[in-house]
């Protein structure tokens, strides 16, 4: 492939933004431009991460936090409630069923107590709605395993400030066609006649998949073996006054899917993710509506299917986002996978001296294509053994669902428990759940498995020890509201720059 000195960016979205950003951030030569059409607008939705992202933007790219924490307008977030399965539990970024005390035997998932909501600081902090613990002068004691929840439009206001910040041109203008040589693309032609060029095209035109699905014509790779729902309506409304803002997502079991809640400032962004083969959208939104009486908006209907191209890196085009592939946000994953599409292409042109050679291309393409195969096989979890309703759908999931890449590790857990020496050979180092995610879900939700544990006295009394212990230092946490008076009081001094390094 020739050198690349000029990238054009298709879509100017969060997917395209942080492309551009990204790109521009680690080459600075690069010429770097956005299309976005201002006929499709922003869609205005709450959005969780996971705490890679302020690992991209924070470490990574090293930029300051101060703009993100005034433009963006973030709200902390520790894991994801699940209501889901016998009784409800928490999942958390803070790896705490692989942990082992030292006067435990085994890892803390053979000590997990039903009566118990946590096992951690970070999951009894959602125990008790705080967002972090309090150190002795008052203060939060901020620590690594958080994410955030944004609104969408607020999120692409910030991201636009840093692509002007960092010379990124954006263009307004929507694509009419692209022009295809060779299995390459030529040029983009708007529709104002305009024919624009670049040695690379970056994809991100969210589900139309314009230049990597639908002009290139890269296979599709479905999903729906998996994962069954296809649809969401999404909707919200303002937060009353004096309402608590819970530090965590909810992910509520419903009768053909299940509902996210999403905690903002002054608005709480609902949506149903549901399967139109058990469900009717007019059934789907009069379950919605009633099981949210306090709906502000006109419910919408978002269609999608989930799965992934076959490649996402072909010829001279890249899918970022959306136009790369979907999954429903169980897990929150959308702008944590963008955050890797991004970063592997930017450390691919560095390492290529910007002139990228095919095993480079191949082992993105691989990298990628996996990471997308881990979601959905993580995903696939979470329905096979949600036992919380006996509904035509739910049983369809216990039934039907493919387990897929997860199957190995779900047999591992059903005859040894939630041990994790499998860690290391059934889980790549690059999936981002690790063999704690795993065990969160199997744990969590019950999971039978043929090696019980019965602790010791002493252990018994160890664990109950540091649990009210944790419990007691979580009731004297620091709230979401006090963190954003403290942040806008005293700025970013103090609040976490940074955090673990991202592994590759």
């Given at each position: 492939m ?6 054009l960016?298709l ?16 080459l ?7 299309v ?13 991460t996971?705490?890679?992202f ?5 470490e ?12 963006a307008?973030?709200t902390?977030k ?19 069923y ?19 909501p946590?096992?951690g600081?970070?999951?009894a902090?959602m ?5 972090f ?12 395993n958080h994410?955030?929840?944004i609104?969408n439009?607020?999120?692409v ?5 840093l692509?002007?910040d960092?010379?990124v041109?954006?263009t307004?203008?929507t694509m ?16 104002n006649?305009?024919?624009?060029t670049?040695d ?10 314009e ?8 296979p599709f ?10 649809r969401?309506v999404i909707?919200g409304?303002?937060r009353a ?10 992910a509520?079991?419903?009768n ?7 905690e ?13 083969r058990f ?8 379950e919605f509506r ?13 269609k999608?299917r989930?799965g992934?191209?076959?490649?996402l ?7 970022i986002?959306n136009?790369?592939?979907?999954v429903e946000p169980?897990e ?10 991004t970063?592997?292409?930017?450390d ?20 990628n ?17 949600n036992q919380r309703?006996?509904?035509p759908f ?14 190995r590790?779900?047999?591992y ?10 860690g290391?050979?059934l889980?790549?180092p ?13 744990v969590?939700q ?18 109950k ?13 620091v709230t979401?509201?006090?963190?954003l008076?403290?942040?806008?009081t005293?700025?970013v001094?103090g609040?976490p720059?940074?955090?673990?390094p991202?592994?590759p």
């Amino acid at each position: 492939m020739k050198r690349i000195d000029r990238v054009l960016v298709l879509g100017g979205g969060s997917a395209g933004l942080m492309a551009a950003v990204t790109l521009k951030r680690k080459l600075p030569a690069l010429d770097v431009e956005v299309v976005r059409s201002p006929e499709l607008g922003v869609i205005g939705v709450g959005e969780g991460t996971t705490a890679s992202f302020p690992r991209h933007f924070f470490e990574y790219l090293k930029l300051p936090p101060g703009v993100f924490y005034e433009k963006a307008e973030p709200t902390w977030k520790l894991g994801i409630r699940f209501q889901w399965g016998a009784k409800d539990f928490d999942y958390t970024f803070a790896k705490e069923y692989e942990q082992r005390w030292p006067e435990m035997r085994r890892n803390l998932g053979f000590y997990h107590d039903r009566d118990t909501p946590w096992m951690g600081i970070a999951s009894a902090c959602m125990a008790h709605g705080k967002a972090f613990p309090r150190k002795p002068d008052g203060t939060p004691h901020f620590h690594n395993n958080h994410a955030f929840h944004i609104e969408n439009v607020k999120l692409v206001g910030w991201l636009e400030q840093l692509c002007r910040d960092e010379k990124v041109t954006i263009t307004d203008g929507t694509m009419e066609h692209a022009e295809v040589v060779d299995g390459s693309v030529a040029a983009l032609v708007l529709k104002n006649g305009r024919r624009m060029t670049a040695d690379l095209y970056v994809d991100a035109s969210g589900f139309r998949s314009e230049l990597l699905g639908r002009a290139l014509g890269v296979p599709f790779v479905d999903y729906g073996r998996s994962l069954f729902c296809d649809r969401a309506v999404i909707a919200g409304w303002p937060r009353a006054e004096g309402e608590p803002i819970m530090p965590y997502t909810v992910a509520e079991t419903m009768n053909a899917g299940w509902c996210w809640q999403i905690e903002h400032e002054h608005w709480i962004n609902r949506g149903y993710v549901y399967s139109s083969r058990f469900l009717r959208d007019e059934e789907a939104l009069a379950e919605f509506r009633g099981q949210n009486p306090r709906i502000a908006n006109e419910p919408r209907l978002v269609k999608f299917r989930s799965g992934r191209c076959e490649k996402l890196w072909q010829g001279n085009v890249v899918g970022i986002g959306n136009a790369a592939g979907f999954v429903e946000p169980l897990e929150a994953t959308a702008l944590q996978v963008i955050c890797v599409e991004t970063s592997t292409l930017a450390d691919a042109l560095v390492d290529s001296l910007q002139e990228p050679t095919p095993t480079i291309i191949d082992l993105y393409n691989q990298f990628n294509t996996t990471g997308w195969d881990d979601i959905r096989d993580f995903l696939a979890v979470h329905y096979a053994f949600n036992q919380r309703l006996d509904t035509p759908f739910w049983r369809a999931c216990r039934e039907e669902t493919d387990l897929a890449g997860a199957a190995r590790v779900v047999q591992y857990f059903k005859e040894n428990g939630p041990s994790v020496l499998p860690g290391p050979i059934l889980i790549h180092p690059s999936n981002s759940f690790g063999i704690d995610g795993y065990l969160t879900l199997l744990v969590g939700q019950q999971v039978p498995h043929g090696k019980p544990y019965s602790p010791t006295a002493a252990e018994k009394a160890v664990w109950k020890q540091r649990i009210e212990g944790y419990g007691q230092h979580a009731r004297r946490g620091v709230t979401v509201e006090e963190c954003l008076a403290l942040l806008r009081t005293h700025g970013v001094k103090g609040l976490p720059p940074a955090v673990r390094p991202a592994r590759p």
